[in-house]
């Protein structure tokens, strides 16, 4: 059974830290371009970061690009997202998300990352920055 399950997450003060992980179980993680999306209240889905299969290769969203940083530890089939200096506007549900094609390639391009090109998709884990 393919899954993604996530974990962190929760209430942190503005300029504070999370990480939020991701691992992956019924399939191979290394062989799948990664990505982390958020949602907040009354907002669409938006894609936060990505980094591809094969070369590693990264993308972040100009709203997170200095202060996140995307990995993956393909021996633990497990996908991370630092997240530093968080502020309140961070406030979200975050969703890790796999597909094979490394889609994560056109979004370096086009500055757009579509949920449509992910198959597998975590639960979601809420982050809250709030003083």
């Known amino acids: 059974q393919v899954q993604l399950v996530q974990s962190g997450g929760g209430l942190v003060q503005p300029g504070g830290s999370l990480r939020l992980s991701c691992a992956a179980s019924?399939?191979?993680?290394?062989?799948?371009?990664i990505g982390w999306f958020r949602q907040a209240p009354g907002k669409e889905r938006e894609g936060v970061s990505c980094?591809?299969?094969?070369?590693?290769?990264?993308y972040y969203a100009d709203s997170v690009k200095g202060r996140f940083t995307i990995s993956r530890d393909n021996a633990k089939n497990t996908l991370y997202l630092q997240m530093n200096s968080l502020e309140p506007e961070d406030t979200a549900v975050y969703y890790c998300?796999?597909?094979?094609?490394?889609?994560?390639?056109?979004?370096?391009?086009?500055?757009?990352?579509?949920?449509?090109?992910?198959?597998?998709w975590g639960q979601g884990t809420q982050v809250t920055v709030s003083s």
């Open positions: 019924g399939f191979t993680l290394a062989n799948y371009a």
């Open positions: 998300a796999a597909e094979p094609l490394n889609y994560c390639y056109t979004a370096q391009d086009t500055g757009v990352m579509a949920s449509n090109d992910y198959d597998y």
């Open positions: 980094i591809s299969s094969s070369d590693g290769s990264t």
